[in-house]
């Protein structure tokens, strides 16, 4: 067995993991996230809280459990979105060419001339922080990396001659983008929307991390912004969401490496 296919491996049974434990988190949650033991604030792990408790006495292991159907959740929904939108816009303006493309292409100059956290971070300011409003601010820069991959792919593909012979037979513009090209160049698209999940934990994390996250609900950034307060007194408020957030990362990471060296043959790892 290959190394990558070892780091797929692992990849895969980090992501596997956390997802179950996100759909199972109301069953496996020994607490409800928000059960507070005053008595108990800032109690390190021991029987009854096996990762200890916050400044309030809740469960950081529930809250941790909780928090990653949040963090799973909007990068799913970010780069769903960025994925459906960059895969579209790409694809039209690969296969058109021309002044289309000319103008789709600078587009995308100018935003990717734009810092996505900083532009995160500034609608989510002006929105107010909520759960769509976050999927939101990480999706609009977010497709931009995918139309840029899929136009390239595009301008190879629609050269070749299933493509031809689609055309020659009448098949409209629309149905050959989406039922012939578009098939055919998403082995690079999976693999960077893996990435790109790891990418989303992040940049949730950070938002979340400065109060402009999803609110009212348990998430990775806003316990570490929380165990800030307390790492000399408590460090376990913030190492373990780190962890989690560390985890979850590599995981996908992991498994982003695997994908592309099992799609991409031609691939050289640098080593």
């Known amino acids: 067995m290959t190394k990558s296919s070892r780091q797929m491996q692992l990849g895969t049974v980090m992501i596997v993991a956390m997802c179950a434990v996100a759909l199972l988190a109301p069953w496996i949650a020994p607490y409800h996230y928000d059960a507070l033991d005053l008595a108990g604030n800032l109690s390190g792990p021991g029987p009854g809280h096996w990762l200890g408790q916050d400044e309030l006495g809740r469960d950081i292991f529930s809250r941790l459990i909780f928090g990653a159907r949040t963090s799973l959740s909007v990068a799913l929904m970010a780069v769903g979105v960025s994925v459906v939108v960059g895969v579209f816009v790409g694809a039209t303006a690969g296969y058109l060419g021309g002044l289309t493309d000319t103008i789709v292409m600078r587009v995308v100059d100018i935003l990717l001339a734009f810092p996505g956290i900083l532009l995160a971070i500034a609608l989510t300011a002006v929105l107010g922080p909520s759960y769509f409003n976050v999927v939101f601010a990480l999706s609009v820069l977010g497709w931009v990396g995918f139309a840029r991959l899929v136009r390239g792919q595009v301008l190879s593909e629609r050269e070749r001659d299933y493509v031809q012979a689609a055309r020659a037979l009448g098949i409209g513009r629309f149905r050959i983008i989406m039922r012939h090209v578009v098939p055919n160049v998403m082995a690079p698209v999976l693999v960077q929307a893996t990435f790109g999940l790891g990418g989303a934990i992040l940049a949730e994390s950070s938002l979340s991390f400065l109060g402009l996250g999803v609110q009212g609900y348990p998430s990775w950034g806003a316990m570490l912004d929380s165990g800030t307060d307390f790492l000399l007194t408590a460090p376990h408020l913030s190492t373990f969401p780190g962890i989690a957030i560390l ?25």
């Open 247 to 271: 985890i979850t990362v590599m995981g996908f990471n992991f498994l982003g490496d695997g994908l592309r060296d099992r799609l991409d043959p031609t691939f050289k790892r640098v080593t």
